[in-house]
């Protein structure tokens, strides 16, 4: 039985739908939509449950993740209810909701909790990090300064709490949205091509390519090293590839030092694409060059702020290393570089950095469906 809660409404504004209520129906937002279609059916359907209170029928949809919050919608809408704004609220009430402490609840609605528990963490993990002393003397101070086997354990121990906060979340996900997926009707894809479709689209990004084309997008005239889906594209690759430049370095756990190393040449690559995606991101949002940068919540600041420090300390650091320079300035640089990458981990199930596991699931149930 379908269950509404009279509170919702309310509830969703915690999460930054201000003006939904104002929706009168009219449909214009989903026509205008270029990736609504007729197996996913939105903005407008989601913003109609989010007004009737059906808290669960949101939680069981892959709609939330198939929008890439160009703002076509926004710009259009005749109310003003800011339908693109909604679909990311909803979005993070659905990672809030997924998740199993109730932490991202608070870090969302509350900028107050937010700040407090991001100085908190950082406070507790630099004074873990002071508590190794520092040894000024070989070249390659880091590593005696910050044990190399105490940054492996530290960070499996992250990896751990996070990772599992993170696989109970995409069960939760699982569990709602595989119900609906199941009663879709029509012919169904194979999971092995809705699994190639995911990674073509994470790949590509075609859908959010689309987006940027739109008839009377602004984005469309513009060279497509500024459109929003190459600056998500940059931030994601260049993340990507730095997760596994670091992950080699474990491996191998004696990281090179010299900047033509595989994983040095990897790190460097992916950290320019990271910063450059990210500095753009931030140039967007602070300019509110289109409706959808104009309404910025204080999670989609913290994240992007700490992903440009982290790829900024980070080229710091690997300077640092290459040309053996070993001042008090890199040991401070080299503690920020760390505190902020470990936030960005621990707090990976808690933030919008989540929907980097959830869109992906829900894209495979959207290609699933689509015979
Ligand atoms: S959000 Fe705006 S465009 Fe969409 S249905 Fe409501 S009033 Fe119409
Ligand atoms: S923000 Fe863009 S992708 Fe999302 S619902 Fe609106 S038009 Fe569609």
Known sequence: MTKIDPHFAGELKKYGAEDFAACFNCGNCTAVCTLSEKTANFPRMMIRMGVLGLKKDILASKEP????????????????????????????FAIAHYEPTGLARLLFKSNPFAIFFTILLAVILGIFLFTLKPDHEVVRWIFNWLPFAVIHDMGMVIFGFTGLAVLIGLINMLRHISGNSKKAKGKKQSAWNAFKGV????ATMKRYRDCDLEEDSYWKEKPAY???????????????????????????????????????????????????????????????????????????????????????????????????????LHHVIFLIHTIISMELVILFAFSKFAHAVYRPLALFFHFKNQG
């Open 226 to 328: 500024i459109r929003p889906w190459f600056i998500h594209w940059s931030i994601m690759w260049g993340f990507i590839g730095l997760f596994l430049s670091t992950v080699l370095d474990f491996i191998l756990k004696d990281p090179a030092t010299n900047i033509w190393w595989p994983s040095r040449i990897l790190g460097t690559v992916a950290g320019i694409l990271m910063i450059y995606g990210a500095s753009l991101a931030i140039f967007y949002r602070l300019k509110k060059v289109t409706k959808t940068y104009e309404e910025t919540r204080f999670s989609d600041w913290t994240f992007l702020i700490f992903l440009w420090i982290a790829g900024i300390t980070g080229f710091w650091m690997e300077n640092a290393v290459a040309f053996s320079s070993n001042v008090n």
């Open 199 to 202: 990674v073509g689209e994470i």
């Open 65 to 92: 993740w198939l929008c890439y919050a160009c703002g076509d919608c926004s710009e259009t809408c005749p109310r003003q209810a800011g339908p693109g704004h909604y679909m990311a609220a909803i979005r993070r």
